[in-house]
């Protein structure tokens, strides 16, 4: 198994809106405003019709539910969904504490986007699996998507 370079894809956000503990942590929404992606095959923005919704839980663990709708800059329209894991370290903590971006690495932040669309120029991403590292900083998160190859 081998990893190749699809994308890499950074959304604008809006602030959390809190809801609260629940069950299982603490609940936030960020909405998705917009953004941007590109890769060798793949280039466009990021339309504002998504949104993260995940939960902080007691155990430090950050549980990732998002979804986003992409544009092609030759009109596709791409849906990601994706779950994932964002467990923050001192200097993840640090830097956003301070206003900074994290870098990769910085936290253990991966996902495992799945890409579907209905278009057939496209087609070949409906059958792929994908993986991803993430980073933040004020207002976005940006992440850097690899598909998995044989």
Do not use: C
């Not at 993260?52 to 791409?78: E, M, P, Y």
């Not at 994932?84 to 870098?103: V, Y």
Request: zero cysteines.
């Amino acid at each position: 198994m081998n990893l190749q370079y699809l994308m890499t894809y950074r959304a604008d956000l809006r602030e959390a809106t809190q809801v609260g503990k629940g069950p299982w942590g603490t609940r936030h929404i960020i909405d998705v405003l917009g953004g941007t992606f590109e890769g060798p095959k793949l280039q466009g923005t990021i339309l504002p019709s998504g949104a993260d919704w995940l939960v902080a839980g007691d155990d430090g663990v950050v549980r990732l539910d998002v979804r986003v709708t992409l544009k092609t800059n030759d009109g596709a329209h791409l849906y990601i969904q994706y779950h994932g894991i964002n467990i923050p370290t001192d200097t993840s903590r640090a830097k956003r504490a301070a206003g900074e971006p994290t870098e990769f690495g910085d936290a253990y932040f991966m996902t495992s986007p799945r890409i579907e669309t209905g278009d057939e120029r496209y087609a070949w991403l409906n059958s792929i699996v994908t993986v991803a590292e993430g980073r933040t900083g004020i207002g976005w998160v940006e992440y850097r998507v690899y598909e998995l190859v044989n």
